[in-house]
């Protein structure tokens, strides 16, 4: 597991019925993206070090300042 500064963070839920937690993750102690992580919970909004189990996923979004790729669209001629 790996992550950037504002990927998310997301925990299944402990039991049955319970929805889990998401976070952004706001800072790393590696610097190949390994865990531990700074996340900061979007419930409380409480920085905490996280250690993720196996019940854990990170979400990647794109680095701050690139853009997705975009479809290219076929060129139609008339």
């Known amino acids: 597991m790996w992550a950037r500064v504002g990927d998310r963070l997301i925990v299944g839920g402990a039991t049955v019925g319970d929805e889990g937690r998401d976070g952004e993750i706001v800072g790393l102690h590696?610097?190949?993206g390994t865990p531990p992580f700074d996340v900061r919970w979007s419930d409380t909004g409480r920085v905490?070090?996280?250690f993720p189990g196996p019940d854990a996923r990170v979400q990647h979004f794109p680095p701050h300042g690139t853009r997705e790729p975009r479809p290219v669209k076929a060129a139609t001629r008339s």
């Open 30 to 32: 590696h610097p190949d």
């Open 48 to 50: 905490t070090l996280v």
